[in-house]
Structures are given as C-alpha cells and as structure tokens.
C-alpha cells in the first residue's frame, strides 16, 4: 500500500510591481541617489486655444522619456499599426501607407508618456494614446512632438546644439583635460561638427604661421623673382 503523499504547496507568485520594486531596492547608494533626484520637466503650452482668443487653454508638463518607455512606446505602436493593416506587408513593396502610419502613431505614443499632468507628474496628461488620435488633430499633435524633442534635446544629458560662447568653452575644455571624455555627452552631429570646426581652424593656423616657402610666400616672391632675372639679363647684353 502506497503511502500517502504530503501535498504540494503552491509556489508563492511575486506579482511583477513587487518584483520590480524589489530590484529597486538593491543597488549602490548611488543608484538610490538616483532614484531620488525628480526626473526634469517643462511646461509648455497646449496648442489649442480659447475660442476667440490667443490664449492656450492650459499647459502641460513634458520630460524626457526613460528608456524602458522608448521601448514600450515602440511595441505598442507597432501592434496598433499591425491591427489595423491586416494584410502582410511584404519587405520588397513601398508600404507607404504602413510607414507614415506607424510614425504617427508612434509620435502619439511618445506623447502619451511624456505628457504630464502639471499640478501630479504621476499622471498622464491624457487618458490614452487612442484617446488623443481621436480628439487631438494632426497639427496638434505635430506641435506637441515638436515641443517633445526640444524637452528630450535640452533636458538631456546630450548637448545638441551649442552657441559660439559655449563652443570656445568646450574647446578649452577638451584641451584642459587632455582626453576625449567631454565628447560623451554631445549628439554624434555635434561631434562631427565641433571636429570640422577645429581643424579648419588649426588648418587656418598652420598656413598663416608657415614658414617661407608656402603657396602664399611664392606667389608674393613671384614678381621680383622676375624682375631680378630680367636686370641680370640685361647687364649680361651691355
């Protein structure tokens, strides 16, 4: 006779907000440093006005997006876009259609998480991304956009864009250091920009530092190279 076995206990399920508040709780200090310091927003106008008048009808808080959001915002984008063409697309054809669709509704996704209430950050601006393709026209949502990316650009760690002050402050500045590390934070574009800049200016120094014999020094010798071969030829004859 078979003895009786004791029952299994169910394996207790950590449900995955508690998973994931328990990996936030590990880390170095630095990371609850991290942790602590509020995300960086703006308040911006919502470009919809008052009937009537010029005046927005309120303002929304924008931040920049964190990376898990950039992700999330590209599956649900996609998986709205793929429910509504039904059809495969095939990877030889244009899929026009499929593409600017997928732009937009990624944009609204984007904005959805990056639109804040002002008074509880906690909350979203807007109640769902279907919610503002429905009530929002396109060119609210392309100003929004617009004022996305200027929030992701100047908030950010990486500099985009810099005026000629600010550009012969990170010259003294890479040359000071000696390395490349302030290079991290500037946008790929600026790196090539800031690179092109600074040598056509040392090319600028070489030349007017060259020594004798440069393009410029010949060509200013020229004439009186000829006028003193012309009077030896002449004294030669008489």
Not at 40 to 46: A, F, G, S
Not at 172 to 181: H, Q, V, W, Y
Not at 190 to 208: K, P
Request: with cysteine; glycine share 4%.
């Amino acid at each position: 006779m078979r003895a009786p076995q004791p029952p299994v206990r169910p394996t207790k399920q950590v449900e995955p907000q508690k998973e994931a508040l328990k990996e936030e709780e590990q880390g170095s200090d630095l990371w609850h440093l991290l942790l602590s310091v509020p995300r960086p927003k703006r308040n911006v106008p919502l470009p919809r006005n008052l009937p009537g008048t010029d005046v927005s009808i309120g303002d929304v808080a924008i931040w920049p997006l964190t990376h898990g959001e950039l992700i999330e915002s590209n599956a649900a984008a996609e998986q709205r876009i793929k429910s509504l063409f039904k059809d495969e697309q095939k990877k030889d054809e244009l899929n026009l259609g499929y593409n600017h669709s997928f732009a937009n509704e990624l944009a609204v996704q984007h904005l959805w998480r990056a639109c804040r209430d002002p008074n509880n950050t906690e909350k979203p601006a807007f109640p769902s991304p279907k919610a503002m393709s429905l009530k929002l026209t396109g060119d609210e949502i392309g100003v929004l956009y617009n004022s996305f990316l200027v929030v992701q650009s100047e908030l950010g760690p990486i500099t985009a864009t810099m005026s000629d002050e600010e550009y012969e402050a990170w010259v003294r500045r890479i040359a000071e250091s000696g390395s490349a590390d302030p290079f991290v934070s500037l946008s790929l574009d600026l790196q090539m920009t800031l690179v092109r800049s600074m040598a056509c200016q040392l090319f600028d120094y070489w030349t007017a530092t060259s020594s004798p014999g440069s393009v410029q020094d010949e060509v200013t010798s020229t004439p009186s190279s000829e006028s003193e071969t012309s009077n030896q030829s002449d004294d030669v004859t008489e």
